[in-house]
């Protein structure tokens, strides 16, 4: 459903510094989304912070090669002179990590601009188009509605966001609008070549290592219309990747013939279980994620629960073949 933007235009007249943030472990689109919106605000005269509270993934450096984003770390109280924060790529308290008892406690003014399904209304103002295929459109959109215009390495960040989300405009929620879109920002100076190099041929020795280990794991249930594999947490060490080198990883479960719904169970560094869902037409994989205290798409969610591998793994897959089933 199409945004009424007059009340953002409102938002950003009322307020003078900014802060930015997107969901924890940031894909093209959360980190696309705020980097184009935060230099727009900036070439009209705010001040802005962009800030995360969890590491960058080293694949998205080259968007950011002047370092402006930086990692929230708790307290966080030298972030209290923004009077306003904009919250791109996620609705919900518990994909902000430490950053959302920040947001609790000092209660700015927030604005969410996302296309998720579900949602905190952690925010007095809510931008949410659940059909865009990104939030990179919704960011697009916002700057358009400010008079802002698309430098070249904002139309890269938007492109990246926008070819992202769509698996490089492979996935169901590709349609005309998205190559009208995409064909604007090559216009404002996009390089699909160029971005395409840098996300998916400059992979590390560790992230092919890790890549391998998925593979290994790979294993077919429920009449093999599940695949499901995992990452276990001393595969870190043993293989020196970092947690967002499994980004995408789970979309090889769901390549195989056959399969409605693909499952990767990842054990995180610091404790729990983080559990990504993809899946084919039958099962909406969002309300299965939500069951678990996630959410997301109706064909890519995600959830993270605090237990044993085993004893999520059995959960979840307890859950899907109801979900097949129903």
């Avoid at 404002?188 to 290592?209: K, T």
């Avoid at 990883?249 to 990767?264: C, D, H, K, P, Q």
């Avoid at 279980?273 to 994620?289: H, P, T």
Wanted: negative net charge.
């Amino acid at each position: 459903m199409p945004v009424d933007w007059t009340p953002f235009v409102e938002f950003v007249k009322r307020h003078r510094k900014f802060m930015l943030t997107t969901h924890v472990r940031p894909d093209g689109d959360g980190l696309g989304s705020m980097l184009a919106l935060a230099e727009s605000l900036r070439d009209q005269g705010k001040q802005v912070t962009s800030v995360v509270a969890s590491s960058l993934p080293q694949r998205y450096a080259f968007l950011d090669p002047n370092g402006t984003v930086a990692r929230f770390l708790p307290p966080g109280e030298q972030w209290l002179p923004a009077d306003a924060v904009i919250v791109l790529d996620t609705g919900t308290y518990n994909q902000l990590g430490d950053l959302a008892d920040f947001l609790r406690r000092h209660k700015p003014e927030i604005a969410v601009i996302d296309h998720h399904l579900t949602q905190d209304h952690l925010g007095e103002w809510m931008f949410i188009d659940t059909e865009a295929e990104a939030t990179g459109r919704l960011a697009y959109e916002a700057i358009q509605s400010l008079g802002g215009r698309i430098s070249e390495s904002a139309a890269n960040a938007l492109f990246v966001a926008l070819a992202m989300d769509t698996g490089w405009f492979r996935h169901s929620n590709t349609t005309a609008r998205t190559f009208e879109l995409s064909a604007e920002l090559v216009r404002c100076g996009a390089r699909p070549d160029y971005l395409y190099d840098q996300l998916f041929e400059q992979n590390s020795l560790a992230r092919m290592q890790l890549m391998g280990r998925v593979l290994d794991r790979l294993q077919l249930a429920i009449d093999n219309r599940v695949a499901y594999t995992e990452i276990r947490r001393e595969d870190y060490e043993a293989t020196g990747a970092l947690p967002q080198d499994s980004e995408d990883l789970v979309n090889f479960t769901r390549s195989i013939a056959g399969v409605e719904v693909g499952l990767l169970f990842m054990e995180q560094p610091r404790g729990g279980i983080k559990i990504s869902f993809r899946s084919r037409e039958q099962v909406d994989v969002a309300k299965l994620a939500e069951q678990f205290g996630g959410g997301g798409h109706r064909r890519a969610s995600g959830a993270i629960l605090h237990e044993p591998l085993e004893t999520v793994r059995e959960k979840v897959l307890a859950a899907v073949e109801k979900a097949l089933h129903a």
